[in-house]
């Protein structure tokens, strides 16, 4: 997902392929330098992460989001009086 969404926009000129196993990385290169199939393979990547991205953005869409101020009003609160620090017996190395 973050390769179509994140990268994928940016490779115009040529193509950008996430592979899992990097063993599989030299399957993919020989479909992108195949002569014959290549742009064919690059188009079916292109329209793939195309989708990827359109579902992507369309999962945001239901996302509701507050603001930060109301976020950090509903941190953690801790009362360092009620805790005791033990200063350590030795400081340094």
Partial sequence: MHTAVK???FYKANAIVHVLD???SVVVVQKLLDPE???EYKR???EEYQEL???F???QKDKSFISLAKARSKGPRT???EIKITKP???GT
């Fill in 7 to 9: 990268l994928e926009p």
């Fill in 22 to 24: 990097a063993s599989r």
């Fill in 37 to 39: 199939n290549g742009e």
């Fill in 44 to 46: 079916e990547i292109r």
């Fill in 53 to 55: 991205r359109k579902e």
């Fill in 57 to 59: 953005y369309d999962s």
């Fill in 79 to 81: 009362d360092w009086s």
């Fill in 89 to 91: 017996s030795i400081l």
